[in-house]
């Protein structure tokens, strides 16, 4: 084949065998993949949500050593077709209704597609003008749908759990280098990820405060108060503070304004873990969920949850960009690194702990224009809606109960029965292949969550659900 090596005239152009695929071929493989993938799109109904696979299934069906020599493309996507996806949990699926159940959308995959493409790596913002400027551009329209405060500097991590741990170093920094241990303080409904995020920064297990609920699951401000006192009465210092909105088990709220007041008070790092709820305040009826999130240092929201951006895509936003800096920045950038670029620009690795980005701004962008902010508003208002339904299905049959507030897209509820009957019918239901969903513990009992994320689920999928749900309840002794 041709190959253009330069910029060197007609009469050098070499006639080489690239050991690249060739754009012909590129063409002709891309073209099957993107009709496999709006078939998928299009059939995603008739897979079964979860795989009847064992562990070990696919590794013994793959060959142990990778190949020696290169293999055509397409026996790579037969193999892919045939071994990979019949062992996918398919989260595509508008009947998966588990954890917090997501969904990409069109527009998000094909802004993932040319991301993969131009594979830029905006470690500077010479390294990648408009992938830097995209993601201010993007985050900032985001951060006005939401209501955020405009000083707020927005920046892109992979997952909630990364931006969490980033925040975490920054109350670390903010807190100087006192010689009382650090304490953080969170609720015993925290998503793991925050614990995490302590450990790795180094905190360390005994320094990290669960702080009781009341009744509907939210932290209790007198409470964080009464531990923030007896850690500062025991010589301790209590440096940062993650209240949520919308708890991983329950979708609960933590009352941010008061927690809020008491951060400001103690001087404490307020970082608002609002990965999952926070999208809910696109909508202006949920506006109010934010209310106090203009005392945050820092605040998570994640698009990969419930905003139709394809995973992996989290929004950390602060007020205190140059704590981030600060303590991630190095004295003197390496040599490898030094390069003439203008001081207005933002160099985002200067504020994270990876150097190198993927162009994640990219597929948010597609997915902000293409739905817009009212299309957006339009599709959460659904998946409330039929989560309420859904809900009022539950407490209108005697057999069963509503566990938490259902406040947002998710109903967790159970079966008046043992924690065992209840894990038996979500088993039931989930060996079906029919729908998915997950549990959790709530005040001591074993609770089923039914949360809806995809784009595609319709009242359909519920009311079918449901009825899977309530025959299969009818099954169990
Ligand atoms: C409230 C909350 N915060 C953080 C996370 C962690 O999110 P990620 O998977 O993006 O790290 C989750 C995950 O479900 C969550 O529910």
Redesign the pocket.
């Known amino acids: 084949m041709q190959v253009y090596v330069g910029p060197e005239p007609a009469s050098v152009i070499l006639k080489v065998m690239s050991p690249h695929m060739s754009p012909e071929e590129f063409r002709a493989a891309a073209h099957q993949t993107v009709d496999w993938i709006a078939d998928y799109l299009r059939d995603v109904r008739r897979y079964p949500v979860t795989p009847k696979v064992e562990p070990g299934v696919l590794a013994e069906r793959l060959p142990a050593q990778g190949p020696e020599h290169g293999e055509p493309i397409e026996k790579i996507l037969a193999d892919f077709r045939e071994l990979i996806v019949p062992g996918v949990t398919h989260w595509n699926h508008p009947r998966f209704f588990g ?2 159940s997501i969904s990409g959308s069109g527009p998000g995959i094909l802004g993932e597609m040319l991301a993969a493409a131009l594979n830029v790596n905006h470690m500077l913002w010479k390294t990648g003008p408009s992938a830097t400027e995209l993601e201010q551009v993007s985050l900032g329209w985001l951060r006005q749908w939401l209501g955020l405060p405009e000083q707020f500097f927005g920046m892109i991590h ?7 741990l980033h925040a975490v170093i920054a109350a670390r920094e903010a807190a100087g280098q006192p010689d009382a241990p650090l304490v953080l303080y969170t609720s015993e409904h ?5 614990d995490r995020a302590a450990l790795a920064a180094g905190i360390g297990r005994g320094n990290i405060r669960h702080i009781p609920v009341d009744d509907e699951f939210r932290m209790r401000p007198e409470a964080l108060a009464a531990a923030i006192k007896a850690d500062l009465d025991a010589g301790r210092k209590p440096f940062c503070v993650v209240p ?5 088990s329950s979708s609960s709220l933590d009352p941010l304004p008061e927690i809020g007041a008491i951060a400001q008070r103690h001087n404490l790092w307020l970082h608002v ?5 926070g999208p809910a305040a696109v909508l202006e009826e949920y506006r109010h969920i934010l209310a106090g999130a203009e005392l945050a240092d820092s605040i ?1 929201v ?1 698009p ?2 419930w905003l139709f951006t394809p ?2 895509l ?1 929004a950390l936003y602060t007020r205190r960009p140059e704590v981030f800096r600060q303590a991630l920045s190095l004295e003197q950038a390496p040599a490898y690194l030094q390069a003439a670029g203008s001081a207005s620009a933002v160099n985002f690795s200067d504020y994270s702990v990876a150097l190198g980005r993927r162009f994640r701004a990219l597929k948010l962008w597609f997915v902000l224009r293409y739905f817009g902010r009212q299309g957006i508003a339009e599709i959460l208002r659904g998946h409330i809606r039929m989560a309420r339904e859904f809900a009022a299905g539950v407490s209108a049959d005697s057999r069963f109960e509503l566990a938490a507030p259902v406040l947002f897209s998710l109903v967790c509820f159970r079966l008046r029965a043992s924690d065992d009957q209840n894990r038996q019918l979500l088993e039931r239901v989930n060996a079906t292949g029919a729908a998915f969903l997950s549990g959790t513990t709530l005040r001591g009992k074993f609770v089923l969550r039914l949360a809806i994320g995809n784009i595609a689920t319709n009242d359909n999928d519920v009311a079918q659900t449901w009825e899977l749900i309530r025959s299969t309840a009818a099954s169990i002794s």
Do not use: E
């Not at 925290?190 to 925050?194: F, K, Y």
């Not at 949520?244 to 991983?248: E, F, I, P």
């Not at 873990?273 to 709820?277: K, N």
């Open positions: 954890y917090f992979d997952t909630a759990s990364t931006a969490g925290a998503n793991l990820s925050i949520t909105l919308g708890t991983t873990d609002a990965a999952y709820a998570v994640n990969h949850k995973v992996d989290s």
